[in-house]
C-alpha cells in the first residue's frame, strides 16, 4: 500500500536504527477520532480493549480514524486535520465512506468491533514498514492551499502580518483602535488578515468601524455581516459604543480585495482630533513581533505632525469591553472536533481576553449523498432517518415507523420491543453524554465511571443496581455541584427553544411521552427540577436514567398488545401525509412525512437540537469560556439533525 | 558536594524518581502499571516530525521548553537528599527554590505568547493568573519554615524538624504548600493551561518531538522538584528509623507525588478566577494567620 | 561571598540542560527534516485553518488580582530577612512585622469590600 502511504511517511530512507525507533516507539498508538469520540461509542465500538489511546489533539496524533458519518464540509475539517498531524501518520477509515479530500487511507476496516481490534497490529506494521520512505509526498488539497495563497496575498498587499484584525462585533468588542484613527486620516485600514475559515458562512471581513467620519471621506466601513448575525443586541453592560458604530448594514459585503493598496487620500479638514499625529510605531512596538516584521501599512507619517497623544484620547471612541477597558478581541474555532464537544459541532467562539462575547454555531451542511436517496420506498425510510443521526437511531427509527404508520392510516400500534429499546438508547445517550461531560469539565473519575458503565449496559443493558450505584456516586462527587451550580442559566425570555432535560430541568415538564397510552399505563411521569443551570440538567439526565431503568421493568411487565408491526409491503398505492412525535433522549422530535404510491418523497424534521443551536446563539454571552464550554455541553446538541 | 559516592547515588534516585513518577502518573490514569511505557512515548516523541507553527516568535518558542526544564532542575539542585548529600547547601536555599519556581510561569507563558495560536495564548495567560493564585500561599507557608529553621538553608530546616515534622508543627502551612504546589504543576483539579478539555492542549498545542519531550520531562521533574520540596520543607527531609537518610527521602517523595496525582481525579476543573477568588480571600489570610501561629509557638 | 561556587554550579547546571536539549535536539535532526506542507504549520484549531495572527491586546481579567499581588510580594521580600532573624529577636519582631502585615491586610480586606476581588 506504499501508494496509500506517500501522504503519511516521513521523507528519508528507512535505516535500521530508525526501524528500531518506529518499533518500540509505535507501540503506543494514538488516535484522532473524527468525527468525535461519541459517534465511535454509539456506534458500539470500544476503544480502550485495542490498547490505544485517544489524541485531544491532531498534532499528539499518529492515526486518523474516520468512522461515522462525514459530510462534504467535516471532510474539509478531517482533510485539515490530517494536514496538521506531525508524520509519520496514517489514515485509517472504517466503512465505507467517501472522504474526498483527503487521499486513500492506509488502512480500510469494517465497521465492527474486530475492525477496531484490528486496527493496531495493523498500524504498526505499516508504521514500522514505511515509517520513512523516500518518496513520501506533501500532502496538498487544492482548497487548503487557496485558503492560505488567499491569506498570503493579502498579506502581501497590506505588508501587516502582525497586527490583529479580529472579527467585528457589532455589539462589541474592540477593533484595532489605530486603525479607526488611521481612517479619520483618511488612510485605507490594513487588512484583516482574516482567517477564511473551511466553511462559506463564517467569512468575517473584520474592517474597523470608523467612528465620528467627517463628511469628507469616502471609506465606507462596514463590517460584512454574514447571514447568521442577526442580532445585534448590546450585551447588557455598559460598553460605550461609537456613534456611527450601531448600524451596520448587513446587506453590505464589501470584499477586501477591492481595498487594495493604500490610498492616501487628502487629510480632509474638518474637525480631526490630531489623531495623525500619534505615535503609532511606538504604542504599536510592543505588539509588533520582531520576525513578522512589517511595519504598520499605511503609515506613511512622514508628512505629518506628531503631536502627543494621551492613551485616553486615543482610546476614546473604542468600544469597549465590559468593565471599560478597550481591548482586542479575538475568534477561536471550537469545533467541530474539540475534545469534549459533541463531535461534529461546528462552534466559533468570540473572546475577549477569555471572556466569550458571543458564540455562533454553525448548521453544517446536509450530507448530499443522503438527500440524494429520497424518494424512498416506505419501508427503507425508517431505517434512512436512523442513519441521519448516529448517536441515537432507534428514537428516529421509531419517529419515522410512527410517522410513516400514521401516513398510511395504520391503527396506531404501540411497539414494547420499540420502546424499550427507546428507553435503553436514552440511557445510553445520557452516559454517551456524562462521558464527554467529564472530559469538559476536567473529571477524570467521572469520564472513566460513566465510559464503564457504559460498555457494561452495552452488554447486558439490564443492570439496575450499576446505574443506581453509579447515580448516586455522580451527585456526591465533592465540589461539583458548586462548580455547576449558576453556569449556564438560560434567560427567561428564551425558555421556549429549551427541550428535553434542557427543559425540564427549567421547569417545564413537557415531555412526549406523556401522552403515549403505554407510558401512561406504566405509570410515566416527567421528571422537573427548578434548577435551570447545567447542575439542573446533568441531575435531570441522571434521573431520566433512573427512571427509564424503571420504564424498562415495567414496560416489559405489561401484556404486549400487538408484535412488532411491519410495514405492508405489498401496498404499492398507499399515499398520505403522516406526523409523529417521540421524546428523544435530546428532547421532542417531529416528523412529519410525505408518502406518494408507496414512496417517501418529503419529509420534515423537527429536531430538538435545532432549537438549541438558536438559544446558543443567543444567549452565550459574558462568560468565562470554561463556563461557556460547559454551558454548550450541557445543551446535548446533535450535530446531525441541524443541518442548513 | 563531599562524596562523589553520594552525589552518584542521588542523581540516580533523582532519575529514577522522576522515571517512577511517570509511570505513576500512567497508573493514575489507567490503574495498571507500565514499566516500559515512558521510554517508548520518549521514542515516540524522537521520532516524530517537528511542526514548528507559522509566524511563531523564535526566540521565546526555542527558549520556552529549555527554560522549563532548567527552572524545575535547578531549583531541585537546592534540595537536600540527606544528613551527608546536602548538594547545593545555599544560604538563601528556600528563597532560591521559590525563584526558580517562578521561571515555571515564565515559561509557560513565553511558550502560550510565541505560538500565535489563540488555545496557546488563552492557556499562557491563564497560567499567569495560576501563579497570583498560588504564589503567596507557597511563600508565605515556606517563610513559616523558615522562621521555625532560623535560616533558609534547607539542610538546617530539615533538622529543625527534629522534634516534630512540620506537618504537625504547622498543618495549615502543609495545606497551602501542598495545594499551592499542585497549581504550580497544573496538575488537576488545576490544569488550566494545558487542558484537553477546553483548550484541547492549550500552551502544550503546537510543541511537537523534541520540544513536547522537554516539556513533558520538564513537567515530571517539576512534580518530583514539588515533591522534594514537601519533603524537605514539612514532612522531615531524610529524618526515619532504620533506612539511609536518602532513602527515607526518596520513599516521602514517591508517596507524595503519588498523592498529587490522585487527588485530582475526584475533582472538577474549578474556574481559575474561582481560584483566584479562593486563594486571595481564603487561602491568604490563612498563610498570614498560619505565620502568626508559628510566630506565636516559637516564642512560648 | 561564599556562595559564589554555588552559583557557579548552578550555572553549570543551566548549561548542562540547555546542552542536553541541543544533543536531544541534534539527535531529532539526524533522524530528517520534517515535510513542508501547506496547513501544517497553522496552529491547530480543531479542524479549521486559524489563520489569523492570535497576538492581540490581550483582556487579562484579574488585574485586581495583580495589583494586590504586587503589593504582597514586596511584603514577602521584607518578610524573608524577617522569618531569618524572628526567633531571637522575640517579641518586638513579631510585633514589627505584625503591623506591616497588618496594614497589608487591611488592604486586602478593603479591596475584598470594594469588589477587587472578583473578575473584571
Known amino acids: 500500500m506504499l501508494s496509500a502511504f506517500v501522504f503519511g511517511a516521513r521523507a528519508g530512507r528507512l535505516s535500521s536504527w530508525k526501524q528500531w525507533l518506529l518499533k518500540t516507539g509505535f507501540q503506543t498508538l494514538k488516535v484522532f477520532i473524527v468525527p468525535g469520540e461519541d459517534v465511535l461509542r454509539a456506534l458500539g465500538l470500544e476503544l480502550a480493549s485495542t490498547g490505544l489511546t485517544i489524541a485531544r489533539n491532531p498534532r499528539e496524533a499518529d492515526i486518523l480514524l474516520i468512522t461515522g458519518p462525514l459530510p462534504a464540509g467535516l471532510a474539509e475539517n478531517a482533510a485539515v486535520i490530517f494536514a496538521q498531524m506531525p508524520r509519520p501518520r496514517l489514515l485509517a477509515v472504517m466503512g465505507e465512506l467517501d472522504i474526498a479530500p483527503l487521499p486513500a487511507p492506509a488502512i480500510r476496516l469494517p465497521l465492527t468491533q474486530a475492525g477496531l481490534l484490528a486496527l493496531r497490529p495493523e498500524a504498526c506494521r505499516l508504521l514500522t514498514a514505511q515509517g520513512w520512505a523516500p518518496e513520501a509526498q506533501p500532502f496538498a488539497p487544492a482548497f487548503i492551499e487557496q485558503v492560505i495563497a488567499g491569506q498570503q496575498e493579502k498579506g502581501d498587499h497590506k505588508g501587516s502580518g502582525s497586527m490583529n484584525h479580529s472579527a467585528m462585533e457589532p455589539g462589541g468588542m474592540d477593533m484595532e483602535g489605530m486603525m479607526k484613527d488611521l481612517d479619520r486620516s483618511g488612510m485605507k485600514p490594513p487588512p484583516d488578515a482574516a482567517a477564511l475559515p473551511v466553511h462559506g458562512p463564517h467569512e468575517h471581513h473584520s474592517m474597523p468601524k470608523a467612528a465620528d467620519k467627517p463628511s469628507g471621506e469616502e471609506t465606507t466601513n462596514e463590517p460584512a455581516a454574514d447571514g447568521q448575525h442577526a442580532h445585534h443586541t448590546m450585551p447588557p453592560t455598559d460598553t460605550k459604543e461609537p456613534p456611527a458604530a450601531d448600524s451596520p448594514d448587513p446587506g453590505h459585503h464589501q470584499p477586501h480585495a477591492a481595498q487594495a493598496g493604500h490610498e492616501h487620500s487628502a487629510i480632509p479638514a474638518g474637525p480631526m482630533p490630531h489623531t495623525e499625529g500619534m505615535d503609532m510605531p511606538d504604542m504599536m512596538g510592543d505588539q509588533m513581533k520582531p520576525e513578522a516584521g512589517a511595519e504598520m501599512p499605511g503609515m506613511d507619517m512622514s508628512g505629518m505632525d506628531m503631536g502627543f497623544m494621551s492613551m485616553v484620547e486615543m482610546t476614546k471612541d473604542l468600544p469597549r469591553s465590559a468593565d471599560g477597558l478597550p481591548m482586542e478581541a479575538s475568534e477561536a474555532a471550537f469545533g467541530p472536533f474539540f475534545p469534549g464537544l459533541p463531535g461534529g459541532l461546528n462552534l466559533r467562539l468570540h473572546l475577549d481576553g477569555d471572556n466569550v462575547t458571543k458564540a455562533v454555531i454553525t448548521p453544517g451542511q446536509p450530507d448530499q449523498s443522503r438527500a440524494d436517496r429520497l424518494p424512498l420506498p416506505a419501508r427503507e425510510f425508517a431505517p434512512w432517518l436512523a442513519g441521519l443521526d448516529p448517536l441515537t437511531p432507534a428514537a428516529y427509527h421509531l419517529l419515522a415507523h410512527r410517522a410513516l404508520a400514521q401516513a398510511m392510516r395504520l391503527p396506531a400500534t404501540a411497539a414494547l420491543p420499540q420502546l424499550i429499546a427507546l428507553e435503553q438508547e436514552r440511557i445510553a445517550s445520557h452516559l454517551n453524554w456524562l462521558i464527554d461531560f467529564g472530559v469538559t469539565i476536567g473529571h477524570a473519575w467521572l469520564r472513566q465511571a460513566a465510559e464503564h458503565l457504559y460498555w457494561q449496559l452495552r452488554q447486558v443493558p439490564d443492570q439496575p443496581a450499576a446505574v443506581t450505584a453509579f447515580v448516586r456516586q455522580v451527585r456526591r462527587l465533592p465540589l461539583l455541584r458548586q462548580s455547576l451550580t449558576g453556569v449556564g442559566q438560560i434567560p427567561a425570555p428564551l425558555l421556549h427553544h429549551a427541550r428535553g432535560p434542557v427543559a425540564k430541568a427549567a421547569g417545564i415538564s413537557h415531555d412526549a411521552r406523556q401522552l403515549d397510552p403505554l407510558y401512561q399505563q406504566a405509570g410515566f411521569v416527567p421528571i422537573v427540577r427548578a434548577e435551570n443551570n447545567v447542575w439542573g440538567r446533568l441531575q435531570v439526565r441522571l434521573q431520566e436514567m433512573l427512571q427509564s431503568q424503571e420504564l424498562v421493568h415495567r414496560l416489559a411487565r405489561l401484556d404486549p398488545v400487538s408484535p412488532t408491526p411491519t410495514f405492508p409491503t405489498t401496498d404499492q398505492a398507499a399515499a398520505g401525509t403522516g406526523r409523529a412525535t417521540v421524546e428523544t433522549p435530546r428532547g421532542t422530535a417531529t416528523l412529519e412525512v410525505a408518502l406518494q404510491s408507496g414512496q417517501v418523497t418529503a419529509y420534515t424534521l423537527h429536531a430538538p437540537s435545532a432549537l438549541h443551536v438558536a438559544l446558543v446563539n443567543e444567549f452565550v454571552r459574558e462568560q468565562e469560556l470554561g463556563d461557556a464550554l460547559k454551558t454548550i455541553a450541557s445543551l446535548d446538541i446533535s450535530p446531525w439533525t441541524i443541518t442548513a | 558536594m563531599e562524596n562523589p559516592l553520594t552525589l552518584l547515588v542521588v542523581l540516580l534516585l533523582f532519575g529514577g524518581g522522576v522515571y517512577a513518577l511517570a509511570v505513576l502518573e500512567y497508573w493514575s490514569v489507567a490503574g495498571q502499571l507500565a514499566w516500559g511505557r515512558p521510554a517508548r512515548l520518549v521514542l515516540h516523541l524522537l521520532l516524530q516530525e517537528e511542526i514548528r507553527p507559522r509566524q511563531s516568535d523564535t526566540v521565546l518558542y526555542e527558549t520556552a521548553p529549555v527554560l522549563f526544564l532548567a527552572a524545575a532542575a535547578l531549583a531541585a539542585a537546592v534540595l537536600p537528599w540527606s544528613a551527608d548529600a546536602p548538594l547545593l547547601g545555599l544560604a538563601t536555599g528556600a528563597l532560591f527554590v521559590n525563584a526558580a519556581f517562578a521561571y515555571v510561569m515564565v515559561a509557560m507563558l513565553m511558550g502560550g505568547w510565541a505560538v500565535n495560536g489563540v488555545y496557546a495564548m488563552l492557556g499562557g495567560w491563564r497560567f499567569l493568573g495560576q501563579l497570583i493564585a498560588y504564589s503567596m500561599p507557597l511563600v508565605m507557608a515556606l517563610t513559616a519554615t523558615v522562621m521555625r529553621a532560623e535560616s533558609m538553608l534547607p539542610a538546617r530546616i530539615v533538622t529543625s524538624q527534629l522534634a516534630l515534622w512540620n506537618i504537625v508543627y504547622q498543618p495549615i502551612g502543609f495545606g497551602l504548600f501542598y495545594l499551592a504546589a499542585l497549581a504550580l504543576a497544573f496538575l488537576p483539579p488545576f490544569d488550566f493551561p494545558v487542558a484537553a478539555g477546553e483548550l484541547a492542549g492549550g500552551v502544550w498545542a503546537e510543541f511537537t518531538g523534541t520540544r513536547l519531550l522537554l516539556f513533558r520531562l520538564g513537567r515530571l521533574l517539576l512534580i518530583m522538584t514539588l515533591a522534594l520540596a514537601v519533603t524537605v520543607f514539612f514532612l522531615g527531609g531524610w529524618q526515619g528509623p532504620w533506612l539511609p537518610g536518602f532513602a527515607w527521602t526518596f520513599l516521602k517523595t514517591l508517596l507524595v507525588a503519588a498523592s498529587f496525582f490522585g487527588v485530582g481525579r475526584y475533582l472538577p476543573r474549578l474556574r481559575y478566577d474561582q481560584l483566584l477568588e479562593w486563594s486571595w480571600k481564603y487561602a491568604t489570610p490563612a498563610a498570614l494567620v498560619n505565620i502568626l501561629w508559628v510566630g506565636i509557638l516559637l516564642l512560648l | ?120
Open chain 3, 1 to 120: 561571598m561564599k556562595s559564589i561556587p554555588h552559583y557557579l554550579l548552578l550555572l553549570g547546571m543551566l548549561v548542562v540542560t540547555v546542552a542536553f536539549a541541543l544533543v536531544l535536539y541534534l539527535l531529532k535532526a539526524s533522524l530528517g527534516k520534517p515535510l513542508a506542507e501547506p496547513g501544517k504549520d497553522v496552529p491547530a484549531e480543531s479542524g479549521q485553518l486559524a489563520l489569523k495572527p492570535a497576538w492581540v491586546r490581550y483582556h487579562v481579567h484579574y488585574y485586581g488580582f495583580a495589583l494586590l499581588f504586587l503589593c504582597f510580594d514586596m511584603e514577602m521580600a521584607f518578610m524573608y530577612p524577617w522569618a531569618v532573624v524572628y526567633k531571637e529577636l522575640g517579641m518586638t519582631a513579631l510585633l514589627d512585622m505584625g503591623v506591616f502585615l497588618m496594614i497589608l491586610f487591611l488592604g486586602l480586606v478593603y479591596t475584598w469590600n470594594q469588589g477587587g476581588l472578583k473578575r473584571q
